[in-house]
C-alpha cells in the first residue's frame, strides 16, 4: 500500500542505508587525501632527480610506522642518493617515521630508525601526524553530513504532511 510505513522506498531502514551508501563513498573517494602526502613526497623525491620513485608507509600494531622509497638515479652513488632522499623524507613528509629503508637502483642504500634520522639532519621542522588523523575527521564529517540529511529530510516529511489537505 502506497504511504504505507511498510513502503520499500519509503522505509526508515531503506532511507537511512541509502545515506549510508553515499556517506561510504564520500568516505571512500576521500581517503585518498591520506594518499596526496605519499604522492607528495613522491613529488619531492623526483625533483631532487631521482625517476621511478615508489613510496609505500605501513604502520604496525602500536603505532609504528615504517617507510620503504624505491627510487632510480643515473648519476651519483646510491649511498649520497639515499641521504638525499632521507634528507627530504624527513624534511617534507608530515606523516610520523618510526624506521625508513630506502633502496636505489635495486640496492639497499639506507636504513635506520628515527633517531638516526634525528642525527643525521636535527630535529624536524614540520609536525608529524598520525595517518588516522585524515580518516578520523572525514568519518566524523560523513557521520555529521548523515545524521543532519536524516533530520532534515525527517523534517520536510513531517511538515508534507501536517500540510496535507486529503
Known amino acids: 500500500m502506497k504511504g504505507s510505513r511498510h513502503d520499500k522506498g519509503n522505509s526508515f531502514v531503506a532511507r537511512f542505508l541509502r545515506v549510508a551508501a553515499w556517506a561510504?563513498?564520500?568516505?571512500?573517494?576521500?581517503?585518498?587525501?591520506?594518499?596526496?602526502?605519499?604522492?607528495?613526497?613522491?613529488?619531492?623525491i623526483s625533483e631532487q632527480g631521482f625517476t621511478e620513485v615508489f613510496v609505500s608507509q605501513d604502520t604496525a600494531p602500536g603505532d609504528y610506522d615504517v617507510i620503504v622509497v624505491i627510487a632510480s638515479q643515473e648519476h651519483g652513488s646510491a649511498k649520497s642518493g639515499a641521504v638525499i632522499i632521507a634528507r627530504t623524507t624527513w624534511q617534507t613528509y608530515p606523516r610520523d617515521v618510526d624506521e625508513f629503508h630506502i633502496i636505489i637502483n635495486d640496492t639497499n642504500a639506507l636504513e635506520g630508525t628515527k633517531k638516526d634520522l634525528v642525527k643525521m639532519f636535527g630535529s624536524r621542522a614540520i609536525d608529524a601526524r598520525s595517518p588516522w588523523i585524515p580518516f578520523v575527521q572525514i568519518t566524523i564529517g560523513a557521520v555529521a553530513l548523515c545524521a543532519a540529511l536524516l533530520v532534515w529530510r525527517r523534517y520536510r516529511r513531517l511538515r508534507k504532511s501536517r500540510n496535507y489537505t486529503g
Open 24 to 44: 561510504l563513498a564520500t568516505i571512500l573517494l576521500s581517503s585518498g587525501c591520506a594518499a596526496s602526502d605519499t604522492d607528495r613526497l613522491i613529488e619531492n
